[in-house]
């Protein structure tokens, strides 16, 4: 699966953006896509999950209730909203997928997901 993350930017600290992921290639339902960030002289982080079939998402705590984690299957693409966005998520950030077989729990790790988007830049400014 290639994935192209889109929809970076420069905004302002309270403000939004809705990031994309659209992928070519085909999604197995079992799929996860995630999405990681890395900050400017840290390592990249989890950030947010969800199960390609039944939708069911995992967040991160820093960003709960601040992002939404979405897809839409006729489209291929997977949605990032971050909103009341703050300073310190400046980063690159990335979406990604975790090829599984069957149902199979969340994880944050970054070993587990291999397909990988080129990233997009977010910069929030104080």
């Known amino acids: 699966v290639q994935l192209q993350a889109s929809g970076g930017g420069l905004v302002q600290a309270g403000g939004f953006l809705r990031l994309s992921c659209a992928a070519s290639g085909q999604i197995f339902s079992n799929y996860h896509i995630g999405w990681f960030r890395q900050a400017p002289g840290q390592e990249r982080e989890f950030v947010a999950a969800?199960?390609?079939?039944?939708?069911?998402?995992y967040y991160t705590d820093s960003v709960k209730g601040r992002f939404t984690i979405s897809r839409d299957a006729t489209k291929d693409t997977a949605y990032l909203q971050m909103n009341d966005l703050k300073p310190e998520d400046t980063a690159v950030y990335y979406c990604?997928?975790?090829?599984?077989?069957?149902?199979?729990?969340?994880?944050?790790?970054?070993?587990?997901?291999?397909?990988w988007g080129q990233g997009t830049l977010v910069t929030v400014s104080s």
């Open positions: 990604a997928t975790r090829k599984l077989r069957v149902l199979t729990p969340f994880t944050s790790l970054e070993s587990e997901y291999t397909d």
């Open positions: 969800i199960k390609w079939r039944e939708g069911s998402k």
